[in-house]
């Protein structure tokens, strides 16, 4: 008869129910590698203490590598007992080397081992989710440098503002998620902590040597103190609230596209790679790529809400609550990291309809520029506010544009205006005009595209 891990102070057994719901292999298998690593780190640093002869040490390494294969090619045959990765992993190499399994488990327990394997996991998908975003950025900034040209209207509160480039629209979404790489990359030392060798929870009696499981493992530092390092999932968290930022960047640059590529705007249309049809309405293409990418960002901020929910009230160390760690990550990681791919195919592909969004530009969006002439000719700007806006009430009431108004009615307004104030109504040359530091002039574009780039390389 098959005996638990744990089973030998038990007599009675196990709900099946129970066995169910205690059981995560369904979920951490993914983790296979990274516990088998782990493991094989530990085998080592057990041989460096004499525990194991350097023999059985690589009869256990030799073990665990041919589990690994077998989860690697699909061959691994998961028992009905199987609680975890860790058990099944242990279970495994018994059948696969006989006894001599029973002592790699010495002086280690599932509390530090899960800690470690969940941070060796995530310290490799947080090296793909950073390609993954480099793509989403790179993807903006070479379409931004390419469509340099074309110029849009400037929204705030959705309402037509100021004429900008659309590539100034681009590299705004740019640089959110360059900040995003920025702290992704912030959060690897804080993932990078040792917790192997820390036990249940006191410690390390048969006195590992850490600094070696460390250097074996690629970590950054080794977690001091062992109630600390088995309980401590402040990695998850903080990966879980950058996730939920980050979406909330990913779903607003949706949201923009959503609305511009509505008939209504018509500024761009999506690919068809990354549309769908209505099964009632022949005529429709609907943009269900970005509304995923925007509905997505409420899921990741839940996990996130959730997780920090469960930590909240748990006493010190290690308590079954933290196996409710895995679902909210993995699902994170899964999401996030098809969030990003799917916006880059998005971006890349997307068509911009350059005529549509010059038509959408109308004189009252210089308004502001109106105002800046007599600013230039010595009128504070209080007061050039106020005649630009008269201006603008006199052109709505006569039904004309700004640039209709004649000149004798704008001297009326004030006597400073004068015959060049023709040179207003450029959308060109007020985009241009915006040639500080972060304004939408095209130098300025260009100097956004090369500091980018250059941010990229790093
Ligand atoms: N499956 C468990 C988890 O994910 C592993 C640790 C179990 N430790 C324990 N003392 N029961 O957290």
């Not at 530990?42 to 203490?49: I, V």
């Not at 009128?379 to 008269?390: A, E, K, L, V, Y």
């Not at 015959?419 to 450029?426: I, N, T």
Request: proline share 3%; aromatic share 8%; charged share 25%.
């Amino acid at each position: 008869t098959k005996q638990k891990l744990w089973g030998g102070r038990f007599t009675g057994k196990t709900d099946p129910l129970m066995h169910e719901f205690n059981q995560s292999l369904r979920y951490d298998q993914r983790m296979h590698a990274a516990d088998v690593q782990g493991s094989i780190a530990y085998s080592k640093a057990l041989a460096l203490q004499n525990i194991l002869t350097k023999d059985e040490q690589v009869k256990i390494e030799e073990g665990l590598k041919k589990v690994e294969q077998e989860w690697a090619t699909g061959q691994f045959a998961i028992q009905a007992d199987d609680e975890d990765i860790h058990t099944a992993n242990e279970r495994r190499l018994g059948e696969l080397i006989g006894p001599l399994a029973g002592k790699l488990h010495t002086g280690r327990s599932r509390n530090d081992q899960v800690a470690t394997d969940m941070r060796l996991w995530l310290l490799q998908e947080v090296a793909n989710i950073q390609s993954y975003l480099t793509g989403l950025v790179r993807v903006l900034v070479e379409r931004a440098d390419k469509e340099k040209d074309v110029l849009m209207p400037g929204y705030t509160h959705l309402q037509r503002g100021q004429p900008i480039r659309w590539s100034h629209l681009l590299l705004s979404h740019a640089f959110s998620f360059q900040s995003d790489l920025q702290r992704l990359k912030q959060l690897i030392p804080r993932i990078s902590i040792l917790p192997l060798g820390c036990g249940g929870l006191a410690g390390n009696p048969f006195v590992v040597d850490r600094e070696f499981l460390k250097k074996e493992l690629g970590f950054d530092s080794i977690a001091e103190n062992s109630l600390w390092g088995v309980g401590d999932r402040d990695f998850i968290v903080e990966f879980l609230m950058w996730a939920s930022m980050s979406m909330g960047h990913i779903s607003r640059m949706a949201e923009d596209f959503v609305i511009y590529s509505t008939a209504e705007f018509g500024f761009i249309t999506l690919s068809d790679a990354y549309s769908t049809g209505s099964s009632i309405m022949p005529q429709k293409k609907n943009p269900d790529s970005l509304e995923l990418l925007r509905g997505k960002s409420g899921r990741i901020f839940g996990n996130m809400a959730g997780f920090v929910m469960t930590l909240k009230g748990l006493p010190s160390t290690y308590n079954k609550d933290l196996q409710e760690d895995k679902e909210p990550l993995f699902d994170t990681v899964d999401n996030v990291s098809a969030c990003f791919q799917i916006a880059e195919g998005v971006v890349g592909t997307l068509e911009v309809h350059a005529d549509k969004m010059k038509a959408a530009l109308t004189m009252d969006m210089l308004a502001t520029d109106l105002a800046d002439y007599l600013v230039r000719k010595g009128t504070p700007f209080r007061q050039t506010h106020h005649i630009s806006g008269q201006a603008v009430a006199l052109a709505e009431r006569t039904k004309r544009s700004l640039s209709e108004l004649t000149l004798s009615e704008y001297k009326e307004l004030s006597d400073k205006f004068e015959a060049d104030v023709e040179s207003v109504f450029d959308f060109e040359k007020s985009v241009e005009r915006r040639d500080a530091i972060g304004g939408t002039s095209r130098r300025m574009v260009e100097r956004q595209v090369s500091i980018l780039r250059e941010a990229l390389r790093e």
